[in-house]
């Protein structure tokens, strides 16, 4: 007959780290407007996040448009600056509003990559930044994980797949079943 074995133990809830973005910029610059400024706060793929001035990122836009204006050579400078805006992660739509408007934008938008609550945040408006300051770190919580502490002897009875009963230390008649 079939034998149930059963293990208690304590385990913390974390993020999905599959569903985990962490943001940061491609280029120096200031933050000029902060738009998910709370930490808890939902954010949708494509919804801003901030604005960013930096003196590289509209001297490269002017050389875009300057160079458009070009035949021959022109046209090549125009694609490596192109290029260039592509590579410090200016969005698709900013780089085709530049090029539709024929005019440099002061402050570019960046945009979350993913969906889900703001897990913590750095930035803060007029703030100076560089690509190695993580701004925002994102993760949907539509599924956590739970990390358990188990025994080495322990290992022999679980497989992937397995059912968990999980109970919550703030309500101890409620318990929830996952794999």
Same mark, same amino acid.
């Given at each position: 007959?079939?034998?149930?074995?059963?293990?208690?133990?304590?385990?913390?809830?974390?993020?999905?780290?599959?569903?985990?973005?962490?943001?940061?910029?491609?280029?120096?610059?200031?933050?000029?407007?902060?738009?998910?400024?709370?930490?808890?706060?939902?954010?949708?793929?494509?919804?801003?996040?901030?604005?960013?001035?930096?003196?590289?990122?509209?001297?490269?836009?002017?050389?875009?448009?300057?160079?458009?204006?070009?035949?021959?050579?022109? +046209?090549?400078?125009?694609?490596?600056?192109?290029?260039?805006?592509?590579?410090?992660?200016?969005?698709?739509?900013?780089?085709?509003?530049?090029?539709?408007?024929?005019?440099?934008?002061?402050?570019?938008?960046?945009?979350?990559?993913?969906?889900?609550?703001?897990?913590? +945040?750095?930035?803060?408006?007029?703030?100076?930044?560089?690509?190695?300051?993580?701004?925002?770190?994102?993760?949907?919580?539509?599924?956590?994980?739970?990390?358990?502490?188990?025994?080495?002897?322990?290992?022999?009875?679980?497989?992937?797949?397995?059912?968990?009963?999980?109970?919550?230390?703030?309500?101890?008649?409620?318990?929830?079943?996952?794999?």
């Amino acid at each position: 007959k079939n034998v149930d074995h059963t293990i208690r133990t304590v385990g913390t809830i974390t993020a999905d780290e599959t569903k985990e973005a962490h943001v940061h910029t491609r280029i120096n610059g200031w933050i000029e407007e902060i738009y998910a400024d709370y930490v808890g706060k939902a954010v949708r793929k494509g919804q801003p996040l901030f604005t960013l001035y930096s003196p590289d990122l509209v001297s490269t836009q002017e050389e875009y448009l300057a160079a458009r204006k070009q035949s021959g050579a022109g +046209k090549e400078i125009a694609a490596a600056a192109a290029e260039r805006l592509k590579l410090w992660g200016v969005p698709d739509a900013e780089v085709a509003s530049i090029r539709k408007t024929g005019k440099a934008k002061r402050a570019i938008t960046f945009a979350s990559p993913v969906d889900g609550a703001i897990i913590n +945040k750095t930035a803060i408006k007029g703030m100076y930044i560089t690509p190695e300051m993580e701004l925002y770190h994102i993760a949907d919580l539509s599924r956590v994980w739970i990390m358990v502490t188990l025994y080495e002897y322990d290992i022999a009875t679980i497989a992937v797949g397995d059912q968990a009963e999980i109970q919550l230390p703030y309500d101890a008649n409620k318990s929830l079943t996952a794999k």
